[in-house]
């Protein structure tokens, strides 16, 4: 990731919805003499306290408000700040509590035992029935708080956030948050006019948990919570676990509940049949927002599934989905770990995106962003008035590339939202595989630090080993939990056992993103064809540790931005047919070497201008209105033509991670820009790869092979006249001679075609 990063400013003022007389000063009012029936006030609650439920710093609420029998009858109290009136209804019962000024209501009625009220609450041109919040008793139960205070909620959004549900026979929304620093937190919402004063929760003792049921609240509401600080301030903040948010820039969480029917069996039923290492993986990256700017989650499900199946790709890999605030940021900024971003729909709408690429046979991995967050003074940051979800020293806290603040994976509960998000985007949506964001920025204590600005581990050293425990944890989770998906991590140093398992002592990802052949690779093309040989060993050098990983090979989203230039624009050429012959040919050498392929969108058809999250890619390239536009179809289908080859031969999948599976032909060949290599399948049949990246045409060239073989017939050709290329093949099958090459008794005598890849099999 490498997008400029930064918060957006909070837009929204929830207080604009408050009715005019709604917005009046509080003043107490004279009490009335008596309430009807018999009734008087309830006694009176001592200053200390009364204040601290007005100001928000009372810790249990519901032993102050709601009904409670006392000596002489029941007592009855309720907090309705702008309500003119508030009655109490019962069978056989209606009784006016009395006004004790600044909305707080009492009463004490001549009862027995508190009966199965209701309040009647008058407005100033209003009455509305409702049920009373603080009659309830906690709606989450002791294990959930015992795992939450062990950090071990391995489903934990269904303990906190919001949540509908029914309870005590009432339907309305159960609303617990997690604040062990705050005094007191409050519930604020478009149900109470953005007035957080009526509902103050509960604190669930040490879990640091707060929690109230509301009554007749449902999918759709609007909420926050006003957090009361150690030092009697207040913050209004967005619900780290809310599974819904306003569309950006309103910054609101959204009760929301999922009645999403899914049609993916069959597909969650296979998915881990075959591990991912041993099978064909191609992956199509893409940012959501930008691939056709405009379309919503629905109206994405009806063309990408289709786009992409057509073109062959295994997956795609979508940017994050989770919500941020900045739409620069590409997602990378996340404020809502669990909230799809609203932006193209409700969280139904993108299951079924997923659920309608699962049944067009596309596997779907999401980035995942736990390395940092964005300091918006509405979501995570000090989110109780203290450093809470960051790290408490602020030297470790601060992300020094992207003014950010890292996660303190050394807490527990920290911890468990992050592992507990990994599962919930596994479980509740569907996805095959999370590729991790940023890992090296959290392994390394002084990552991005100079001398003096990082401070050693216990050992002295620059690991962090909190970050380590968290990676480890999440992947044996995710592993353990959710048969078939995979993890991978975009880790750009030499960190021993990223995908070693984690009973081994490794990290336990599945993949690993290979940035050093990325960059090896992608310095060669970029040299004239003259120049190569000076570099040739950027191209093989990669195989000498090809195998200490499970590796994906990228050319992501952050090789075609900002300056970088399309990939196609990185190659020289005296003219656009040589660099996008390049293109092919680097793209046909990418498919057959060791690792898994990854593509981001527009690259496919070459696109020159590189990519901008405000249009997307450049699909007017492919008009038949552009003189060129057949050139970049060819591209397309050439894309297309690798992965289906690609998926037909087990050579190039089957032994991806095992030296076994690979054997160097031609690898010193630097005054010719001739690579060759031969790959093996677990039977042995094999597949003979040559790439060419001189711009002039080698006739007559020995290639080395087995001498078993007895023919080779020419299966994929970046130079075909249908991908745009000058159309030199080898139309008949080729034998061997008995001539030695490359230290192999026989060889081809081929004809190379200039800035090509060829693959040949048996």
Request: with cysteine; proline share 8%; hydrophobic share 40%.
């Amino acid at each position: 990731m490498s997008a400029a990063r930064q918060p957006s400013p909070t837009v929204r003022d929830e207080s604009a919805s408050v009715p005019a007389s709604a917005k009046k000063p509080r003043t107490p009012r004279a009490r009335s003499a008596a309430p009807p029936h018999g009734g008087r006030s309830a006694p009176a609650l001592g200053g200390e306290e009364r204040a601290r439920l007005l100001e928000g710093r009372h810790h249990d609420p519901h032993a102050v408000l709601g009904a409670h029998t006392v000596r002489g009858g029941v007592a009855f109290r309720v907090l309705r700040p702008y309500a003119q009136a508030i009655t109490v209804v019962a069978k056989g019962l209606r009784a006016e509590l009395v006004d004790d000024g600044d909305g707080l209501f009492s009463g004490l009625l001549p009862l027995t035992a508190v009966p199965d009220y209701r309040l009647l609450v008058t407005y100033d041109s209003d009455e509305i029935e409702v049920d009373d919040p603080y009659r309830f008793l906690p709606a989450l139960g002791e294990l959930d708080l015992h795992l939450i205070g062990e950090g071990r909620h391995e489903q934990l959004w269904k303990a906190l956030g919001s949540e509908p549900m029914e309870h005590q026979g009432v339907a309305g929304t159960r609303f617990t948050v997690w604040a062990p620093n705050a005094q007191g937190v409050r519930v604020s919402g478009d149900f109470s006019y953005w007035d957080s004063a009526a509902y103050p929760m509960r604190s669930l003792g040490a879990s640091g948990v707060w929690e109230l049921f509301l009554p007749g609240i449902g999918a759709g509401a609007l909420y926050k919570y006003d957090i009361t600080r150690p030092d009697g301030s207040h913050t209004l903040r967005a619900d780290p676990m809310a599974r819904a948010a306003e569309v950006p820039p309103a910054t609101a969480s959204r009760v929301t509940a999922s009645a999403y029917e899914w049609g993916d069996g069959e597909w969650m039923a296979g998915r881990g049949a075959r591990p991912p290492h041993q099978a064909p993986f191609s992956v199509y990256e893409l940012h959501l927002a930008s691939w056709r700017p405009g379309l919503s989650y629905r109206q994405l499900a009806e063309q990408l599934p289709g786009y992409v199946k057509e073109l062959g790709f295994t997956h795609v890999e979508l940017m994050p989905v989770a919500e941020h605030p900045f739409g620069g940021s590409w997602g990378y900024q996340v404020t809502g770990y669990y909230a799809p971003t609203s932006r193209m729909g409700g969280p139904d709408d993108f299951r079924l995106l997923v659920d309608t690429l699962h049944r067009a046979g596309i596997g779907v991995i999401v980035d995942w962003v736990p390395a940092h967050f964005p300091r918006d003074d509405w979501a995570l940051a000090e989110f109780d008035g203290r450093p809470l979800y960051e790290h408490p020293d602020p030297r470790r806290a601060a992300h020094p590339d992207w003014g950010t603040l890292e996660f303190d994976y050394g807490r527990k509960e920290v911890r468990n939202f992050l592992v507990a998000n990994a599962v919930y985007w596994c479980e509740e949506f569907h996805v095959d595989g999370l590729r991790v964001d940023a890992v090296a920025s959290m392994l390394y204590l002084d990552y991005s630090r100079g001398e003096g600005e990082w401070t050693p581990n216990e050992h002295g050293g620059r690991e962090n080993p909190d970050a380590v425990a968290l990676l480890q944890e999440m992947n044996a989770t995710v592993y353990r939990r959710c048969p078939g998906v995979v993890t991978i991590a975009e880790e750009s140093t030499a960190w021993e056992g990223v995908t070693r398992p984690t009973d081994a002592g490794g990290l336990g990802f599945g993949f690993k993103w290979n940035m050093g052949w990325m960059h090896d690779t992608l310095r060669y093309m970029s040299k004239e064809p003259v120049h190569r040989k000076y570099h040739h060993h950027d191209m093989t050098f990669g195989m000498i540790y090809a195998f200490s990983e499970n590796y994906v090979l990228p050319i992501s989203h952050d090789e075609v931005v900002h300056g970088k230039g399309a990939l196609v624009s990185k190659i020289p050429g005296e003219d656009w047919w040589q660099r996008r012959a390049s293109h092919r040919a680097y793209l046909g050498f990418m498919w057959a070497h060791p690792g898994k392929q990854l593509l981001f969108m527009g690259q496919e058809f070459a696109q020159g201008s590189e990519w901008s999250e405000a249009h997307g890619p450049d699909w007017w390239l492919l008009d038949d209105s552009y003189p060129a536009a057949g050139d970049h179809r060819g591209v397309r289908s050439l894309v297309r033509d690798l992965n289906l080859t690609y998926a037909s031969a087990p050579a190039l999948w089957e032994r991806d991670t095992v030296p076994e599976g690979f054997a160097w032909v031609e690898a010193d060949a630097a005054e010719d820009n001739v690579f060759a290599f031969l790959r093996y399948a677990q039977d042995g049949s094999q597949l003979l790869c040559v790439s060419n990246f001189s711009p002039v045409v080698r006739h007559g060239y020995r290639i080395g092979v087995p001498e078993e073989v007895s023919m080779w017939r020419e299966v994929l050709n970046t130079d075909q006249e249908q991908y745009g290329g000058s159309g030199v093949r080898h139309l008949q099958p080729v034998r061997p001679e008995p001539v030695p090459a490359q230290g192999r008794p026989a060889s081809l005598r081929l004809t190379l075609p200039p800035l090509a890849t060829v693959w040949f099999r048996p």
